[in-house]
C-alpha cells in the first residue's frame, strides 16, 4: 500500500450509518450483500457479540471483517477461541494492505481476550488469496479437516464446493 493510501486508511467500529452505504458498495460490484446483513452485525456489535471492524480511505468504504466472539464453529465454540468471519475488501482496492491491516487490528482486539484467534476459508479457488495470506501471517489448519455448514465432510462423503466448504485455521497471538 502506498504511504498516502496509509495515512489516509481508518479502521473504525461499524456505525449505525454504514449499512446502507456498505451493502450500496458491494451491489456495484455485483454482490448480494443486504444491508439488513449489516445492521444485524450491528445490534450483534451493541450486544458484545460480534464486532465489525471497517476500513475506510478518506470516507470511502473499502472493506470490512467481523470478529465472533463465541462462533458456531463447534470445536472454536467448545475451545472458547474467536473467530475472524466474513473478511471483505472491495476488489478496486486489494493487494494494498487494507485486509493485512483489518487482520492486525482484529488480532490486536482478539488477544486482549484470548491467547488464540481462528478463521475458517473456503476451498473454492476464489478464496486462493485469501489461503496464501492466511498462511503468509501464521494460521495453520485446525486438523479438523474440511466442514460444509458446521458439519464434519468425511472420507467418502460429498461435498458441494461453494462458500460452505470450508477449512478452519487457528493462530497463537500470545503464549
Same mark, same amino acid.
Given at each position: 500500500? /502506498?504511504?498516502?493510501?496509509?495515512?489516509?486508511?481508518?479502521?473504525?467500529?461499524?456505525?449505525?450509518? @454504514?449499512?446502507?452505504? $456498505?451493502?450500496?458498495?458491494?451491489?456495484? &460490484?455485483?454482490?448480494?450483500?443486504?444491508?439488513?446483513?449489516?445492521?444485524?452485525? !450491528?445490534?450483534?456489535?451493541? *450486544?458484545?457479540? #460480534? %464486532?465489525?471492524?471497517?476500513?475506510? !480511505?478518506?470516507? +470511502?468504504?473499502?472493506?470490512?471483517?467481523? $470478529?465472533?466472539?463465541? =462462533?458456531?464453529?463447534?470445536?472454536?465454540?467448545?475451545?472458547? &477461541?474467536?473467530? $475472524?468471519?466474513?473478511? %471483505?475488501?472491495?476488489?478496486?482496492?486489494?493487494? *494494498?494492505? &487494507?485486509?493485512?491491516?483489518?487482520?492486525? +487490528?482484529?488480532?490486536?482486539?482478539?488477544?486482549? #481476550?484470548?491467547?488464540?484467534?481462528? $478463521?475458517?476459508?473456503?476451498? /473454492?479457488?476464489?478464496?486462493? =488469496?485469501?489461503?496464501? !495470506?492466511?498462511?503468509?501471517?501464521?494460521?495453520?489448519? @485446525?486438523?479438523?479437516?474440511?466442514?460444509?455448514? @458446521?458439519? =464434519?465432510? #468425511?472420507?467418502?462423503? /460429498?461435498?458441494? &464446493? @461453494? /462458500?460452505? !466448504?470450508?477449512? +478452519?485455521?487457528?493462530?497463537?497471538?500470545?503464549?
Amino acid at each position: 500500500m /502506498d504511504g498516502a493510501a496509509v495515512s489516509e486508511l481508518s479502521i473504525e467500529p461499524l456505525r449505525a450509518s @454504514d449499512p446502507e452505504p $456498505i451493502s450500496a458498495a458491494f451491489a456495484g &460490484i455485483g454482490w448480494s450483500k443486504p444491508a439488513e446483513q449489516y445492521l444485524r452485525y !450491528l445490534a450483534e456489535q451493541e *450486544r458484545g457479540v #460480534r %464486532n465489525v471492524l471497517v476500513g475506510r !480511505l478518506g470516507e +470511502h468504504f473499502v472493506g470490512y471483517l467481523t $470478529i465472533r466472539w463465541s =462462533p458456531d464453529y463447534p470445536p472454536f465454540a467448545r475451545e472458547q &477461541i474467536p473467530e $475472524i468471519q466474513d473478511l %471483505n475488501v472491495l476488489p478496486p482496492h486489494r493487494r *494494498r494492505g &487494507i485486509a493485512t491491516t483489518l487482520l492486525d +487490528h482484529a488480532e490486536e482486539l482478539v488477544s486482549a #481476550r484470548s491467547p488464540v484467534v481462528g $478463521i475458517g476459508v473456503g476451498m /473454492d479457488p476464489d478464496y486462493g =488469496p485469501a489461503q496464501r !495470506l492466511y498462511v503468509r501471517r501464521g494460521y495453520v489448519p @485446525d486438523g479438523r479437516g474440511l466442514w460444509y455448514r @458446521d458439519r =464434519p465432510v #468425511r472420507y467418502g462423503d /460429498d461435498a458441494r &464446493i @461453494d /462458500d460452505d !466448504l470450508v477449512l +478452519h485455521l487457528v493462530k497463537r497471538l500470545r503464549p
